[in-house]
T-cell receptor, first 112, second 113 residues
Framework: GESVGLHLPTLSVQEGDNSIINCAYSNSASDYFIWYKQESGKGPQFIIDIRSNMDKRQGQRVTVLLNKTVKHLSLQIAATQPGDSAVYFCAENGDSSYKLIFGSGTRLLVRP | DAMVIQNPRYQVTQFGKPVTLSCSQTLNHNVMYWYQQKSSQAPKLLFHYYDKDFNNEADTPDNFQSRRPNTSFCFLDIRSPGLGDAAMYLC????????????FGSGTRLTVV
């Protein structure tokens, strides 16, 4: 269920440093995972995805790691920039082929 | 550019007054979704259409309804908005491949006064 008055956890990093955002997913049947970036007042923006037959996938400046044993997903952002400041959500498909279920987000603040 | 368009971007409605939010897509995707996102929370799926087949989430209140008159359009109807329904409403689409092709709109911010 939803929590009233939930405050997002915040990660504050220095510009140029690497960021690691973590996510614990809930459904062991999930076989597809996505990281989204959401800026204030905008819809979620796709960053990177990974299927359960992989444990690592790299994109441009981003890497997603998947640990199915402990149901853990992480997003690594290299050389974090001010434009990376946003809320980041992980999402999983659960036992459905058609529905994405979002995890709780993390707010990333990049200090100049 | 092919995209998912939500109108309006901001909607103010009175407590108890029915309101309709609109979503259109030029992607010709089979599936259209509606999510509710309250402040500082994750998007929560309300329902989705696969073509004309409506799929409601078990915990979606009856106050929320949806219509999909054709492939391109999907509407979210809130029959009697309460203060707790103030949120960002996100529309998304995907292909018959399901979760592998999600595309989100920019959302409609609903305020209830």
């Amino acid at each position: 269920g939803e929590s009233v008055g939930l405050h997002l956890p915040t990660l504050s990093v220095q510009e140029g440093d690497n960021s690691i955002i973590n996510c614990a997913y809930s459904n062991s049947a999930s076989d597809y995972f996505i990281w989204y970036k959401q800026e204030s007042g905008k819809g979620p923006q796709f960053i990177i995805d990974i299927r359960s037959n992989m444990d690592k996938r790299q994109g441009q400046r981003v890497t997603v790691l998947l640990n199915k044993t402990v149901k853990h997903l992480s997003l690594q952002i290299a050389a974090t920039q001010p434009g990376d400041s946003a809320v980041y959500f992980c999402a999983e498909n659960g036992d459905s082929s058609y529905k994405l279920i979002f995890g709780s987000g993390t707010r990333l603040l990049v200090r100049p | 550019d092919a995209m998912v368009i939500q109108n309006p971007r901001y909607q103010v409605t009175q407590f108890g007054k029915p309101v309709t939010l609109s979503c259109s897509q030029t992607l010709n995707h089979n599936v259209m979704y509606w999510y509710q996102q309250k402040s500082s929370q994750a998007p929560k799926l309300l329902f989705h259409y696969y073509d004309k087949d409506f799929n409601n989430e078990a915990d979606t209140p009856d106050n929320f309804q949806s219509r999909r008159p054709n492939t391109s359009f999907c509407f979210l109807d809130i029959r009697s908005p309460g203060l707790g329904d103030a949120a960002m409403y996100l529309c998304a689409t995907s292909t018959s491949l399901g979760v592998y092709g999600y595309t989100f709109g920019s959302g409609t911010r609903l305020t209830v006064v």
